[in-house]
């Protein structure tokens, strides 16, 4: 007889999920799948998880290190139960159904048992192979056995098999000898790993633009032309030069530099049609650390179009540029030439048809983003569909599923994006493998168990200093061995070290075994910001059995060696002052108690658009309750507003279909022509007062997303309002829905781009308006291919893969004139209603004005936030200069407010477009998710406490808490001040405004505040 075969119905859903890719997004969709409860296998081609990002030196327009952000997140995923990391590994094949698939991958030998591998690095100095340092982009060497980078994780080293003596030629073995732990395991074989799980998630970032087209311009044959990727080694303080920009040809600084952009993207003559969306940006931020490198250096840019549309990011270039007087000429110099006298000769011609020549002493090719090398294979083992660029297919409803049930893609993989977007994304494929797998949820966790707390209440304090070099970052300018000999000597101080890199893997671990060791009670560690490393930090004590509120952080690097870069001599003695501070301070420190606080497992998501609705729709597909709040009678928001996307469809059937979705589940329950009227509590347990016609309800939840939305902004210029010609692109979309779109006489159309936008009324990039106005410009050409249209813009902003839009409106015969911000063009009515306007712009290819008559004008004009005023001081949350909701880390936290348990998506943090929109709103879903999954929340000990023998139970604490998290207890006579601790977040407003002292902050009392401010008078 023939076994039956299972149907998908009768399978086991596995809650197990395969990330493919080991950067930034797939090591956040790893720590987000755990969080939600859900087992992981991380697999990565290279040796250690961190991809491209472990290779930058900054992030812009944060200025963060790079990796200082990424490390933590690594370490996090390396040390959790339920991620397990498969490095040199590949998927080879996916089998079965959504929910339960088996995938094949094929493990390579690493030739060093990374679970013996203590990381001492002893076997790269004994080994006689040396080969290119693929981490530094080949400019200094390194030897076949070897680690990618000192932070890497997982810590140990692997061998190079096409590189090693022993394994080619069975000669040598030096490493195996000198290895003490005896890790070398020269007979290691490939191995087939079959793993059941029950989705997928595609994250293995991307390629690299050619050898072949970097050549065009001299990459490979003059020395000092460099890619994009290897000046930024170049500035990294990890770097082959420390971070000092030399050049390749005879070290020596460069005084000329010239950037060059596009190279690799919107180019028809390699294949890459489209715009990689990073290149503008990334090029700004290594021409700013160049300039901080080399004050008097002289930096060009030349661009095509700039394309900085990010949140914030304009301003961020604006002020680069001014500040560092940076040179940007609109012109792409077709090739690099050797003018025989150590120096680079560039020609271009510049819009205005002037030929100009200048030699610069380096030239950095901005190279674009490429689909990964593999992506044909990964494509045929998962199963999914590329498009014509090899990137996955997607759709631009379902921005993250791919074409097979089950898988999805996020990051570079799904089309070139910036960090920001690539760790959206992975939040968002986290909710959705999360709402999939939501019957077996839980299933496969192993729950992280720290060793008991040991009671340190009766020990003196005996403190631990360790000194962090950061590679050169900090020891480039501080004395680092001299601050960790000064602390040794320091009240309270039994122990003193320094460490290459404190954050790494193999660190931590050292730091628990030294707290063990040396029965330390109290940490500091002297390194960078505790804004992203302190959690990393209190973790580890967790794991030596400490409190972690028994930690203290010195930042030495952004307050020493980066900000005195010039002085290492004061830098060394206020590194001095600041550890001598913290271990003042440290020696007051005491364990605070964690608290475990049950949370009401249902959501509130307020705004009823395309944002709103799919996040409530993703959380309610996770199992939760969700109530979603609209102020109009009707669901939909501004997305009503559209009559087409770029690709034909109508995305008012999408939201129709989506309303009828969210109207008919079981777990939504919709209150429209409501407000929310006031909000009260804190993460795990908010109360909210709903206001409609019929009255007011209250509803108790757990989170809250806000998705309040945005609407077209309405211009005053250009005679909008006093002329039926002058149109809104979102007006001519409702003409372009209806039977008679144009007159029959309309013979001419004109477009102006950036009306009110990065200017003086809106003083940003609304990042929709070019893609709409190519979209709408070839609608219209589709109906009239007679039809003259010109376009008046500043940049086309056609990012991604709209810019086949923006070649395709240009092959219709659209007509493109760029302009200034300083001479706009000028619009005049005609001699009668029924005559044409006139509008008149200056044209720098012809390098005259030019007068055209016009049957219609459409402005193309930007998008404003709903006002955020009254919500943002009900929820105690920031909003923006310009009025959308500020993300709690623009890197790393994209969709999280400052406030815990509070999340935004949508048009109410910045422009974006529909795809943007519904893969942010399906992140902030599932971050949301986080604590109701988890099912309580433990919140941060740094609270205030009272103490009742002082407080007079007076209210000043009350009145000035911004976050309502202290009130007076009425009930007790004489009533007191009390603590709501889950809402406080240890501002400290109320210990200040105490008029008894009688409130004190965890971690920050009086008494160590005071200790710090002592030592800081007893100067070296």
Not at 308 to 329: M, P, Q, Y
Not at 754 to 776: F, H, I, T
Not at 798 to 825: H, K, T, W
Not at 877 to 890: I, N, Q, R, S
Request: aromatic share 6%; net charge neutral.
């Amino acid at each position: 007889m023939r076994a039956s075969i299972p149907t998908p119905s009768a399978l086991k859903t596995v809650g197990a999920v395969l990330v493919v890719g080991g950067g930034v997004a797939g090591v956040q969709a790893a720590l987000d799948l755990t969080e939600l409860g859900l087992k992981v296998y991380l697999v990565e081609k290279s040796g250690a998880i961190g991809g491209v990002m472990a290779r930058l030196d900054k992030t812009f327009p944060t200025n963060d290190c790079s990796l200082c952000i990424l490390a933590p997140k690594l370490v996090e995923a390396g040390r959790d139960p339920n991620i397990e990391i498969l490095t040199k590994s590949e998927l080879i094949s996916l089998d079965g159904v959504p929910g339960n698939f088996t995938a094949r991958i094929r493990k390579e030998p690493r030739y060093i048992d990374e679970e013996i591998c203590t990381g001492c690095g002893q076997c790269t100095l004994y080994c006689l192979k040396q080969i290119d340092d693929d981490y530094n982009e080949n400019l200094g060497i390194s030897n076949a056995a070897h680690i990618d980078y000192a932070q890497a994780v997982p810590t140990s080293y692997y061998i190079d098999a096409k590189a090693c003596f022993m394994l080619n030629y069975q000669t040598c073995g030096l490493c195996a000898v000198a290895c003490q732990a005896k890790a070398i395991r020269f007979d290691q074989k490939e191995e087939i790993l079959d793993l059941a799980i029950g989705s997928v998630i595609l994250a293995p970032g991307f390629g690299r633009t050619s050898k072949e087209v970097l050549g065009r311009y001299g990459w490979g044959k003059f020395a000092d032309v460099l890619s994009a990727f290897e000046h930024e080694r170049l500035m990294c303080a990890s770097g082959p030069t420390g971070g000092a920009i030399l050049r390749p040809s005879d070290k020596k600084h460069p005084k000329k530099i010239a950037f060059i952009q596009c190279i690799g993207s919107r180019d028809q003559n390699c294949g890459n049609n489209y715009c990689s969306s990073v290149c503008c940006m990334y090029a700004i931020k290594q021409a700013t650390l160049a300039r901080e490198h080399d004050p008097s250096a002289e930096i060009t840019l030349f661009y095509m179009d700039i394309r900085t549309h990010g949140k914030g990011f304009d301003a961020a270039r604006e002020r680069a540029t001014l500040e560092n007087n940076f040179r940007v000429i609109y012109a792409r110099p077709p090739q690099v030439e050797d003018v025989f006298d150590g120096r680079l000769l560039l020609t271009w011609a510049t819009e205005d048809g002037k030929h100009h020549y200048e030699k610069f002493d380096m030239v950095v090719l901005t190279q674009g983003l490429e689909s990964p090398d593999d992506a044909e294979q990964l494509g045929q083992a998962a199963g999914i569909d590329l498009n014509s660029y090899l990137f996955a297919q997607t759709n631009n409803y379902t921005p993250l599923a791919t074409s097979r049930p089950g898988v999805y893609v996020i990051g570079a993989f799904q089309g070139p994006k910036d960090i920001p977007d690539s760790v959206t994304q992975a939040g968002g494929a986290a909710a959705l493998c999360s709402g999939q797998l939501v019957t077996a949820r839980g299933m496969e966790i192993t729950k992280a168990v720290f060793p008991e707390e040991r009671d340190i209440s009766r020990e003196e304090p005996r403190i631990g200093v360790f000194v962090c070099h950061c590679g050169i970052n900090i020891a480039g300018v501080v004395d680092v061995r001299a601050v960790r000999d000064y602390a040794r000597d320091l009240p309270g101080v039994v122990y003193s070290t320094d460490n290459l890199y404190s954050c790494s893997q193999d660190t931590q671990q050292h730091l628990v075994n030294i707290i063990r060791e040396h029965r330390l009670n109290r940490i500091v560690v002297s390194a960078c910001t505790p804004r992203t490393h302190e959690p990393l930090f209190q973790t580890t004590l967790r794991d030596a059995g400490l409190n972690r509120a028994l930690f203290e952080m010195a930042n030495i690097r952004d307050q020493c060696s980066w900000v005195h870069m010039h002085e290492p001599e004061a830098a060394t003695a206020k590194a001095k002052d600041l550890v001598r501070m913290a271990v003042a301070k440290a020696a007051h420190l005491t364990a605070l108690p964690e608290q475990r606080l049950p949370v009401t497992p249902s959501a509130l998501v307020i705004g009823g658009g395309l944002a709103g609705m799919t996040a409530a729709l993703t959380i309610a597909e996770q199992g939760f309750l969700t109530t979603l709040v609209e102020q109009e009678d009707t669901l939909g928001g501004a997305t009503l507003l559209l009559s087409a996307d770029r690709f034909g469809g109508d995305p008012r059937k999408t939201i129709a279909d989506l309303v009828h979705k969210v109207k008919t589940h079981s777990r939504i329950h919709v209150y429209s022509g409501a407000t929310v009227a006031s909000v009260s509590g804190y993460v795990g347990n908010f109360t909210t007062t709903i206001t409609r016609k019929a009255g007011s309800e209250v509803v108790n939840h757990g989170i809250m997303v806000i998705a309040t939305g945005g609407k077209p902004y309405k211009p005053e210029q250009y005679l909008y309002g006093q002329s039926e010609r002058v149109l809104t692109q979102l007006e001519l979309e409702q003409r372009l829905a209806s039977g008679r779109p144009l007159s029959a006489k309309t013979k001419q159309v004109v477009m102006i781009q950036c009306v009110g936008s990065r200017g003086a009324d809106l003083a940003y990039c609304s990042r929709v308006c070019c893609g709409q106005a190519l979209k709408n410009a070839i609608r219209l050409k589709t109906i009239n291919p007679d039809l003259t249209i010109f376009v008046f813009y500043r940049d086309m902003r056609a990012y991604g893969f709209m810019e086949d839009d923006y070649r395709r409106a240009r092959e219709l015969g659209v007509i493109f004139i760029r302009y200034s911000p300083d001479n706009p063009p000028k619009v005049t009515p005609g001699r009668s209603k029924s005559s044409p306007l006139k509008v008149v712009g200056y044209d720098p290819l012809l390098g005259e004005e030019v007068e055209l008559d016009t049957d219609l004008l459409v402005l193309s004009v930007g998008i404003v936030p709903e006002d955020p005023s009254i919500l943002s001081r009900m929820l105690k949350v920031p909003v923006t200069a310009d009025k959308f909701y500020l993300e709690a880390h623009v890197k790393l936290r994209p969709v999280d407010m400052a406030v815990d348990g509070i999340f935004v998506c949508g048009l109410a943090h910045a422009p974006k477009s529909m795809d943007e929109t519904i893969a942010q709103a399906q992140a902030a879903a599932g971050r949301a998710c986080h604590p109701l999954a988890n099912g309580s929340i433990s919140p941060e000990p740094i609270v205030s406490h009272v103490d009742p023998y002082l407080c007079i139970g007076c209210g000043a604490c009350e009145t000035f808490c911004p976050y309502k998290a202290i009130t007076i207890n009425k009930e007790v006579k004489p009533r007191k001040a009390q603590t709501l601790t889950a809402s406080c977040k240890g501002c400290g407003v109320c210990a200040a405004r105490c008029p008894t002292m009688a409130i004190d902050m965890g971690r920050f009392t009086f008494d160590g505040i005071m200790a710090q401010v002592s030592a800081f008078g007893k100067s070296v």
